[in-house]
């Protein structure tokens, strides 16, 4: 079973910036992708960064080039770097990973970490 172990969550002041990072049980280059979402409360999961295996990067239309996803296939690490944090960035961030078995789509998820930005 393939584990995601987030971390760096915590509490900011706005404007501040955090680093999450996320270990992964197996090699990350074997995932389809792996990306970062967002949960906070009463709302929907929602997709913070994604980086495929091809390369490819999404962002959420929230992150407006203050967040930046990065992957080290050595240590099997993925992190988001967020700057210039706001109060409505406080959700609880999950690691996602992303496998293609034949024709089905498998996701993986960490456990979260909480990020509180105050104002």
Do not use: H
């Amino acid at each position: 079973q393939v584990q995601l172990v987030e971390s760096g969550g915590g509490l900011v002041q706005a404007g501040g910036s955090l680093r999450l990072s996320c270990a992964a049980s197996e090699r990350i280059f074997m995932f389809n992708a792996m990306a970062w979402y967002r949960q906070a409360p009463g709302k929907q999961r929602e997709l913070v960064a994604k980086l495929t295996s091809g390369g490819n990067i999404n962002y959420g239309d929230f992150v407006k080039g203050r967040f930046t996803i990065s992957k080290d296939n050595g240590k099997n690490t993925v992190d988001l770097q967020m700057n210039s944090l706001k109060p409505e960035d406080t959700a609880v961030y999950y690691c996602n990973a992303n496998r293609r078995v034949l024709l089905n789509s498998v996701d993986y998820w960490g456990q979260g970490t909480q990020v509180t930005v105050s104002s």
